[in-house]
């Protein structure tokens, strides 16, 4: 079966600070491939400053790559970091759910403003899409009206659901995205995540240092570090043998 998303030898450089006058290049990401199925999950792991949120970035066309590709169900949409319009189908929802929300606009008129710009829907389609994808993610309708900080934190983590979903994405990027979450709140966000899976085969990049949360939700994992990737396979082989010094010290934490 084809792959929903295929990432091809994608690599990433930072042009960074070495001394008063002068920049060096430093790798981010080097030459990273994986693919993941309709209606699975990969889990992303790493330590700190393995890459993992340059990668998210990478995926949802929040930056661009140096060279690599990355394809959706087999269309190449990034191509040696030159990007086609298809960022819509690859959305990202992030761990500061609140900081990414304009505090002064309504739910609705954020959600509104993402169909305006991505779809060619008129008010009356844009409205429904709105009440639709709201009730999808556990919300009212009503919330539509509301501002973010009226929001708590879990249902910011809705709201930040209902962004991404609203444009009918194939995949979605979860950077920590659960990882301020308190553990029962968390645990409803997941079942969330997994109910919306089987209902519409929606794919996830989730980027977390919770295992056990990779080990319940995902069907591979891809361990970085340094920006390589160090280990990369079905999550059950992973977490009983695995292979790499990084993942051995990882999964023994
Ligand atoms: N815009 C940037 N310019 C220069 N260096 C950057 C930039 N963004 C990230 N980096 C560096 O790239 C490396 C990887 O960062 P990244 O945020 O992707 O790591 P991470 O694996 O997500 O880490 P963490 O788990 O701490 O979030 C880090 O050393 C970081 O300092």
């Given at each position: 079966?084809?792959?929903v998303l295929?990432?091809?030898?994608?690599?990433?450089?930072?042009?960074?600070?070495?001394?008063?006058?002068?920049?060096?290049?430093?790798?981010?990401?080097?030459?990273?491939?994986?693919?993941?199925?309709?209606?699975?999950?990969?889990?992303?792991?790493?330590?700190?400053?393995?890459?993992?949120?340059?990668?998210?970035?990478?995926?949802?066309?929040?930056?661009?790559?140096?060279?690599?590709?990355?394809?959706?169900?087999?269309n190449i949409?990034?191509?040696?970091?030159?990007?086609?319009?298809?960022c819509r189908?690859?959305?990202?929802?992030?761990?500061?759910?609140?900081?990414?929300?304009?505090?002064?606009?309504?739910?609705?008129?954020?959600?509104?403003?993402?169909?305006?710009?991505?779809?060619?829907?008129?008010?009356?389609?844009?409205?429904?899409?709105?009440?639709?994808?709201?009730?999808?993610?556990?919300?009212?309708?009503?919330?539509?009206?509301?501002?973010?900080?009226?929001?708590?934190?879990?249902?910011?983590?809705?709201?930040?659901?209902?962004?991404?979903?609203?444009?009918?994405?194939?995949?979605?990027?979860?950077?920590?995205?659960?990882?301020?979450?308190?553990?029962?709140?968390?645990?409803?966000?997941?079942?969330?995540?997994?109910?919306?899976?089987?209902?519409?085969?929606?794919?996830?990049?989730?980027?977390?240092?919770?295992?056990?949360?990779?080990?319940?939700?995902?069907?591979?994992?891809?361990?970085?570090?340094?920006?390589?990737?160090?280990?990369?396979?079905?999550?059950?082989?992973?977490?009983?043998?695995?292979?790499?010094?990084?993942?051995?010290?990882?999964?023994?934490?």
């Amino acid at each position: 079966m084809q792959p929903v998303l295929k990432v091809q030898a994608l690599s990433k450089t930072f042009n960074i600070r070495a001394g008063l006058f002068s920049r060096k290049k430093f790798a981010v990401l080097k030459n990273i491939s994986f693919c993941i199925g309709k209606g699975e999950t990969i889990a992303v792991i790493g330590e700190t400053g393995a890459g993992k949120s340059t990668l998210a970035k990478l995926l949802s066309g929040a930056d661009s790559a140096d060279c690599g590709q990355i394809l959706l169900e087999g269309n190449i949409i990034e191509d040696n970091g030159i990007r086609d319009n298809q960022c819509r189908y690859i959305r990202m929802i992030f761990q500061d759910s609140a900081a990414s929300l304009n505090p002064g606009l309504t739910i609705g008129d954020t959600l509104d403003d993402c169909l305006q710009y991505n779809t060619d829907f008129d008010k009356a389609e844009r409205t429904e899409k709105i009440s639709a994808t709201l009730s999808k993610v556990g919300l009212l309708v009503d919330h539509q009206h509301y501002y973010p900080h009226m929001f708590s934190v879990g249902q910011l983590q809705r709201v930040a659901l209902a962004r991404a979903l609203i444009l009918d994405p194939k995949v979605v990027v979860l950077d920590e995205a659960l990882s301020s979450l308190d553990p029962s709140v968390r645990a409803q966000i997941v079942n969330l995540l997994l109910k919306l899976q089987q209902e519409t085969g929606l794919t996830y990049v989730m980027i977390t240092h919770h295992l056990s949360l990779v080990r319940h939700i995902s069907d591979q994992v891809l361990v970085l570090d340094k920006g390589e990737v160090v280990e990369y396979g079905a999550t059950e082989v992973v977490f009983q043998t695995p292979q790499s010094k990084i993942t051995q010290r990882l999964l023994s934490c």
